[in-house]
């Protein structure tokens, strides 16, 4: 009998569902939250952490990636470490990146906790220690396996084990693991950046914990931590508001709780959405729109699309996703236009995806209260998925794996609960316990999924490495072609200190194949523009034809007049220039100053500076001498019209 009540205590065996609440009272416990848990469960937790590290331990010699500019090393506010802390809370996460450019993203982004952990780290360590970048990689993969391990608590209490089961064959150990092991979950680990998405479901979770055990307990104290861990958690990312319909379903779902009690415990997590809202508003100055329109395809997706095919295109990724949960190949961090192509309802796949979601929809709320467990993980995957699927907010991207971060908790709880519940009945065999039938194809679920993720990982070790898988898998995506032009500008063709055109050639030739087809794809896209006018140098540098070089300058000048980075770069060139072949010089001053800027742009002063260029060049130069009478004469700058006319007649 003491072996049996050893037993028992291990595996809390206390079923939710099976309770009953007293007639005179609510039930004391209605989980099986107790205490003494982590005593008989620290291999699960240790196991769970060592999948972590034994994944992504590779990610901590990496460098940073895309957005780790915006939010760590670019950013004002977080390069002041704790002094930083109250600029990082007042205003848009990336207003530290783009100073007074507040407006350039959509909808806006306050998302200040994962920020904020970035500047402690500088505070703590320094910004310039080399060892920083590591330690963020660190803690990143440290949050993660944490989650796996918080996880893998809530669900043991929401799935005791039956009796006689193994631990390492139930419901909680086999859906934490396979969420650890999921390769979709690549790009919030190995990037550092993607801790909001970390820190936003820890919350979360947290917040789910703490209401149960305000249930289990009765103590107040748990119900007001969990409005404080939801806030928390949307501090790092909106996206954990959903946890406000999360919660209240798993307290209906595996619980007697009352419907009134549910209620009234949800009270803590509105008022936590509530302050989160009007912090936000406070920091940006409005709720969801800025009110200025956002004409950049690659902020605005759906730029030039109709209703139809907008919604079509939004049905078609999200069946994607479903894909992505079950066959997370192949990765891409790229789903920019047009690696996602827009599509209408002529499109079987917009209309399947339709279907599906419908038919889930209705299937889940229509078994809810049988208590069927794929009804509540569908909802759980659906409540989490909406925020991010474009269908209520426009989240400026086609999609993205790490969107499914959150979402994917669902599936791998819907896959723990098949392989140690469903399958064994399928099988005939006890619940919980493993067949060798059943523990293969656990095994090899799980072992796809490490191979997987333990293959993409190294993609994100440096620019180059992310950016040329990205090409590939992304072929049809404009900024996938420019981001990997990039890469080789910065990583290979400088760091070349040779002038052997057999070794900057090909590297040219590729990059002027790339930035072609980026532009081929999104004629208007103002990076690869730039990069056009990088790669345009690139190539005078190996056959010095001056011609050619005005001719894509010109073609870059007529979409992108006043970018000021192609600007810049274009004011230095015209100086390392002033030494090439006059004649060819001077009239490229002559039909960008006078024919471009003065008589098509009737901009004057812009016109003005680039004919300087050309009277810099051949100081008595009748045509840029006529040129510039007519343009002092448009300023209304009589006295330089008058010189410029005189020099002129001088000449003729």
């Not at 205003?91 to 993203?105: E, R």
């Not at 999609?399 to 098949?418: A, D, H, K, Q, T």
């Not at 049809?476 to 290979?492: G, M």
């Amino acid at each position: 009998m003491a072996a049996k009540n050893k037993q028992q205590n291990k595996q809390a065996p206390v079923k939710t569902t099976a309770s009953k609440p007293k007639p005179a009272a609510p039930p004391a416990r209605t989980t099986t939250f107790l205490p003494g848990f982590w005593r008989n469960n620290w291999m699960p937790a240790v196991l769970l952490m060592a999948l972590a590290f034994g994944l992504y331990g590779a990610s901590i010699s990496f460098g940073y990636m895309l957005d780790d500019q915006m939010v760590i090393w670019g950013n004002a506010y977080v390069q002041k470490g704790f002094a930083g802390m109250r600029e990082i809370f007042a205003y848009d996460s990336f207003m530290g990146y783009f100073q007074k450019q507040q407006f350039l993203l959509e909808g806006g982004r306050y998302r200040p906790l994962s920020l904020a952990t970035f500047a402690a780290e500088i505070g703590i360590f320094g910004k310039d220690n080399p060892n920083l970048i590591h330690i963020s990689h660190f803690v990143n993969i440290l949050l993660y396996g944490v989650t796996g391990i918080f996880l893998y608590r809530i669900l043991a209490g929401l799935f005791p084990l039956k009796e006689g089961g193994r631990w390492y064959f139930g419901v909680p150990f086999l859906a934490s693991a396979l969420f650890v092991l999921h390769p979709l979950h690549s790009e919030c680990i190995a990037n550092i950046k993607g801790r909001d998405e970390i820190l936003a479901l820890l919350g979360g979770l947290a917040a789910l914990y703490a209401t149960l055990k305000y249930f289990d307990t009765q103590r107040k104290l748990w119900l007001w931590m969990s409005g404080l861990f939801l806030l928390l958690g949307v501090l790092a990312k909106e996206n954990a508001l959903t946890f406000i319909a999360i919660i209240p379903l798993t307290v209906l779902f595996f619980t007697n709780v009352s419907g009134e009690r549910n209620f009234s415990a949800t009270l803590p997590l509105l008022l936590a959405g509530m302050l989160f809202i009007f912090f936000r508003y406070k920091a940006l100055g409005y709720m969801l729109n800025h009110g200025n329109d956002t004409t950049d395809l690659m902020n605005n997706p759906f730029l030039g699309m109709t209703g139809g095919e907008r919604l079509a295109t939004i049905f078609l990724t999200l069946g994607w996703y479903v894909k992505l949960l079950f066959v997370p190949h192949p990765l891409t961090h790229d789903y920019y236009p047009y690696h996602v192509p827009k599509v209408g309802w002529s499109d079987w796949r917009a209309l399947l995806s339709l279907a599906l979601y419908v038919g889930m929809g209705v299937w889940a709320v229509m078994n809810l209260k049988k208590r069927k467990v794929p009804a509540y993980t569908i909802l759980f995957y659906l409540f989490t998925l909406s925020i991010v699927s474009n269908l209520f907010v426009s989240v400026g991207t086609f999609m993205n794996e790490r969107f499914l971060y959150m979402p994917s908790v669902g599936f791998c709880i819907l896959l723990g609960w098949f392989f140690a519940r469903k399958l064994p009945e399928l099988i005939k065999e006890t619940e919980d316990k493993p067949s060798i039938l059943g523990a293969m194809i656990v095994l090899v679920v799980a072992g796809l999924f490490a191979v997987r993720t333990y293959t993409r990982v190294p993609d994100w070790a440096t620019p180059m490495t992310l950016n040329k898988s990205a090409v590939v898998t992304s072929e049809k995506s404009a900024r996938s072609h420019c981001y990997y032009v990039t890469a080789l500008y910065k990583d290979q063709y400088t760091a070349v200190k040779s002038k052997d055109v057999s070794v900057k050639g090909p590297i040219v030739d590729t990059m002027e194949y790339h930035i072609n087809r980026s532009l081929q794809i999104n004629p208007d896209y103002g990076a690869a523009l730039i990069m056009k006018a990088a790669v345009a140098a690139a190539r005078f540098d190996i056959d010095h034809q001056l011609d050619k070089f005005f001719h894509e300058i010109e073609y870059v000048m007529e979409k992108i007049p006043y970018n000021p980075n192609f600007r810049d770069f274009l004011d230095k060139y015209m100086v390392y220039l002033n030494g090439s072949n006059a004649d060819k010089y001077m009239a490229f001053c002559h039909r960008v100053g006078y024919d471009f800027f003065f008589k098509k742009k009737n901009d004057a002063k812009t016109a003005e500076k680039f004919l300087i260029y050309g009277l810099n060049r051949q100081y008595e130069d009748i045509r840029i001498l006529d040129d510039l009478t007519e343009v002092y004469t448009a300023l209304g700058n009589t006295t330089k019209a008058a010189e410029m006319k005189a020099r002129a007649d001088a000449q003729r």
